[in-house]
């Protein structure tokens, strides 16, 4: 048989005399245009999710953080300022501003809400403070005066706007203040308990909601001037911690760890980074993804079983074709060779197809996500979970070639075992057949 003839042969059996495509070829195609499209259209919004949120974690984080931890009874806290003079000369540091963070509870007309904030001062110009005016959806970024910037998903729950007032009141003062309250249980004079009352009855700071950030992109963060938050959290003259930003994000790591070795870092000051602060919801993201890449494995051989049911079904057929072959002379890789052109044209044809039809539906994904969530009533991309008011989409290169690589393998194996079948039978049983 001639070199060519197999692939003559394959592609022959491709269209049958009756119709242009059998079918079962048609069925086979679609199997696999189905199977790649599903894997075209999950990989990229996994990808576009996973940069997304990488990407969102760094206009609100600051890049890397030294924290001071509370000094012991007797001990002496070392001095912020001069911390924050050696951390800014550093190496790959581009700005570091002194913070004071805690928790606080707003009460806006009896709606209370908890909400972590975040002390700047108001000179602050650089750094975090840059990234962070990029969220602002209302308002001003006005952290001066009594000022405080709220988030537009917990100004909804509070039911305040730009200009409202709010009243803020630390964890820490509450605390005292339920424990005060805890304590009086037992007493029964009833002036010890008023007076004890209005001792432990803690009046919060009246603050004006002077700007809106974003919720989905800044995070659920509140921001205040610095000299109100340390007022709020007892610190006095000191801060929680100095905030940096570097050049390169991703290098916070390396930066972190030299800090860390440094003789001059003061022993009740330690670094942490982005990184260390969303460690679980990054690594959630890499156990996601390779779990996905198992799934969608399976969606791929589904497929390839298509192609395979194919080969399987123009053996049967063409077995007296076979056995003629082969009485003629033609090798058994000739004959295996057949099907697998046979194969390859199909997968070829069904990945084509399945990029083709995983692009379209990444184009209009948000408008199909609108259509799907008032159809339903269910929207199955909700922000509150991936804190993101589209879904994102970034198709690589790489990712889009091991899906088409794998699909195009699994379809030819698929379609390997029974050519070979196919190629062994013996020539005399099937022209008697």
Sequence with gaps: MPPNASLFLGLRYLRPRRSFVSIITLISICGVMLGVAVMVVVMSIFKGWQVEFRQMLLGFEPHVTLSQEAPFEGQEASDWRTVLAWAEKQSGVTSATPVAQGIVVLDAGGELEPMEVMGFRSDAAAGLMERLRKHLVEGAFNLEEDNILLTDKMA??????????????????????????????????????????????????????????RADTAGERGYLPLHLAQELFGLEDRVSAINLELVDAEAAPGVAQALERSEQLPPDWYPGTWVDGSAYQLQSVENQQSLLYFLLLFIVLVAASCVMNTTITVTVQKRREIGILTALGSRRGQVVGIFLTQALVVAVMGIGMGVALGAVVLAWRNDARAWIAELTGKDFFPQDIYFLSTIPSQMVAADLLSICGMALVLCVLAALIPAWVAARVDPAVALRD
Excluded at 158 to 174: C, H
Excluded at 199 to 213: H, N, R
């Design 156 to 213: 909804k729950k509070l039911g305040v706007k730009v200009g409202d007032v709010v009243t803020v009141n630390s964890s820490r003062n509450i605390q005292h203040m339920v424990n005060s309250l805890e304590a009086l249980e037992g007493e029964k004079d009833e002036a010890v308990k008023d007076a004890a009352y209005e001792e432990a009855y803690v009046i919060g700071s009246d603050l004006t909601v002077a700007g809106l950030l």
